[in-house]
């Protein structure tokens, strides 16, 4: 269990304090180990597809709201780092385009690639994510309507969130953060056909207490 | 491997590693000491130079992206240093120990050269990432600030 206290949020990874219909998907659905994501097929053995949908995604939700995701999903204007998780460091604020401001941008630090030597994480494009897709402190509920409204994704469909969750490689550098950073569970393919999925059973949320 | 780009106004041909640090290619393969070493984890702002113009953290740019880009280190901030942000730096004597003062006048000048007059908060989100252990700061602001033209000294 992950409590993340200082930036008012309360994340739980690793437990269950499912309730209603989600407690019913618990009973169906084995907890997940914490480096593993259920494939789509683990889900089979829930009948009505729309609680079928809604525990996909809150598989799903334990990449989205994992440490290496919410941290540059922000509340604010500037990013976190680490696990807790706590302020970036340096200080960094989004700037106009959500990549820093002049002198601070994100790329003056941030390589194409992780250093290694440096511990300083990289990838392709790096950036924060527009304000209006912040994620920290959000329930997987809360993420899932995000998910979902095109004023909130950046305007994309649910088949191009498919697209972005599978083949981005910003999306990707989760999986390989470098430096000894906790990486996020699953792999990238799994968390995109879990996407797929869901998207596939109507793109339902879990209840607004559901938490994986 | 062989890596071309365009140093202080002059183009370079560097047979180096291509993940080698630009500091260490321009500190040790290059004689251009100005810049300093200070962390190695882009955290302190001291290997400040400039790659097209935007400040970046040299400690932690591989060689290899530079390649046919511009860069520029404190010694080709100006022909015979007087940039208005090193005159302002004399004129207000900024430096204390003074090893953190190229990277802080190199975001300066990405800086002015964006946004010519800037306001505090402006100077501070740009600054914030240069470190200075002597405390210089108020005297670092305003010498921006001088070298913008808005104060009076």
New interface residues.
């Given amino acids: 269990m992950l409590l993340a206290r200082s930036i008012g949020a309360t994340i739980l990874i690793g437990g269950c304090a499912a309730t209603g219909r989600d407690a019913k998907n618990s009973a169906s659905v084995s907890p997940s180990a914490s480096s593993e994501l259920k494939d789509p097929a683990a889900f089979a053995g829930i009948s009505d597809t729309a609680e079928r949908s809604g525990a996909l995604f809150l598989e799903a939700s334990r990449v989205l709201l994992h440490p290496r995701c919410i941290n540059c999903h922000p509340d604010g204007d500037s990013p976190y780092q680490g696990n807790l998780p706590q302020l970036h460091d340096p200080p960094v604020s989004r700037g106009p385009d959500d990549r820093g401001v002049v002198g601070m941008r994100c790329n003056s630090c941030h390589q194409d690639q992780n250093i290694e030597l440096a511990a300083v994480p990289g990838v392709t494009n790096w950036r924060l994510a527009p304000r209006e897709m912040a994620w920290v402190g959000k329930t997987p509920a809360a993420v899932c309507e995000q998910l979902k409204d095109p004023k909130r994704n950046g305007g994309h469909t649910l088949e191009q969130i498919v697209e972005h969750t599978t083949y981005d490689e910003l999306v990707g550098w989760g999986w390989k953060p470098g430096a000894g950073r906790e990486p996020v569970p699953g792999t990238q393919a799994g968390f995109g056909a879990l996407i797929a999925e869901w998207i596939h059973t109507g793109a339902q949320c879990p209840v607004q207490e559901a938490r994986r | 491997m062989s890596i071309r780009f365009r140093l202080n106004g002059v183009d370079r041909d560097i047979d180096a590693d291509p993940e080698m640090p630009l500091l260490w290619a321009l500190r040790d393969l290059l004689g251009l000491t100005g810049t300093k070493y200070g962390c190695?984890?882009?955290?302190c702002?001291a290997c400040t130079v400039h790659v097209d113009g935007?400040?970046?953290?040299s400690?932690?740019?591989?060689l290899r992206?530079v390649s046919g880009r511009t860069v520029t280190t404190i010694e080709g901030l100006s022909a015979d240093g007087n940039h208005p942000l090193q005159k302002a730096w004399v004129d207000l004597a900024v430096p204390q120990c003074g090893f953190c003062q190229a990277g802080q006048i190199m975001?300066?000048a990405?800086?002015l050269a964006?946004?010519p007059h800037p306001n505090d908060s402006?100077i501070d989100?740009?600054?914030?990432?240069n470190?200075c252990r002597c405390g210089t700061y108020q005297r670092i602001r305003a010498a921006i600030k001088k070298a913008a033209g808005t104060t009076e000294d």
Wanted: glycine residues 12%; proline residues 4%; charged residues 20%.
């Fill in positions: 190695g984890h882009a955290l702002g935007d400040a970046v953290r400690c932690v740019v591989p992206r975001t300066a990405a800086l964006r946004i402006e989100r740009s600054m914030a990432g470190l």
